[in-house]
């Protein structure tokens, strides 16, 4: 496992298209060890992998997030589609690692339903509401090149465009040890 450096907007990495998955071999088991060890030591509730460099079709949320204990292995969601969106809705401040110490309000299905494979290499659905439905909703995001950027205004967006650009790696350390 690797501690993985998290790709930070306005880096233009995150507007990659995705790409699906082939097979669960090797190289995924070790790019989702990476990825887990990552958000763990960024104190993060999820991670897609095109947030550490690979534009592979895989998102992770803490197990404790997805209903689980803590000490459980987070969900790993391989080739995810979301299947479902309860019409109930609600807003809450959303944080994301790339996006330190920024906090935006987003709209968000109370309940959500995704089909994925797993790192068994087994297609699964998982159904979560509340947090794991937002999580899964937010990491989802990634994968379609949306960001929490794409939420707010123009006048907003610029304001965290400005705060993103003059952000050092340093800071952004800081504030992610901080638990953003």
Request: aromatic share 6%; charged share 25%.
């Amino acid at each position: 496992m690797a501690l993985r450096p998290i790709v930070k907007y306005p880096d233009n990495f995150l507007r990659q298209p995705t790409c699906a998955v082939a097979a669960v071999d090797d190289g995924i088991k070790k790019l989702v060890a990476d990825m887990v060890e990552t958000m763990y030591a960024k104190n993060g509730a999820g991670l897609a992998a095109i947030q550490v460099g690979s534009n592979l079709r895989i998102f992770i949320v803490e197990a404790s997030v997805a209903g689980g204990d803590e000490n459980d292995h987070p969900v790993v969601f391989i080739n995810p589609t979301i299947e479902w969106l309860s019409d109930d809705i609600e807003s809450s401040d959303e944080g994301c690692l790339s996006f330190p110490g920024i906090y935006v309000p987003i709209k968000r299905s109370l309940q959500a339903r995704v089909r994925a494979t797993g790192l068994d290499g087994k297609e699964f659905v998982a159904e979560g509401e509340g947090l794991y439905a937002r999580a899964m909703q937010h990491e989802h995001d990634h994968l379609i090149n949306k960001l929490l950027i794409d939420y707010v205004g123009p006048l907003k967006r610029q304001m965290i465009k400005r705060k993103m650009e003059k952000m050092t790696d340093e800071e952004a350390e800081e504030l992610q040890a901080l638990g953003d």
